[in-house]
């Protein structure tokens, strides 16, 4: 098991107050919205496809290298076969 450090929600609106949200390099934003994008293909390229349901930045968690992974597969559900 994974330990991971932080939200990508905790990143973007951090809490408790004052709400001053950090600076955040666009090439870290291109970074996770890359890794969840690997993540939801390698989900939807399995036969038959997983499908998230739940996806939001509170479900996108980051390593200490700030690499991303989804979490939160409760509302997960198996597309059935057509």
């Given amino acids: 098991m994974e330990k991971l450090a932080t939200s990508l929600h905790d990143i973007l ?3 408790p107050p004052p709400r001053n949200k950090p600076f955040v390099p666009i090439s870290l934003k291109r970074s996770v919205l890359h890794d969840v ?4 293909s390698f989900l939807h390229s399995h036969s038959p496809p997983i499908i998230h349901r739940d996806l939001s930045a509170r479900n996108v968690l980051l390593n200490e290298g700030m690499v991303a992974k989804i979490a ?6 198996i597309l059935p076969s057509l």
């Fill in 72 to 77: 939160d597969m409760g509302m997960a559900r």
């Fill in 13 to 15: 609106d951090p809490q």
């Fill in 37 to 40: 994008a690997r993540g939801l």
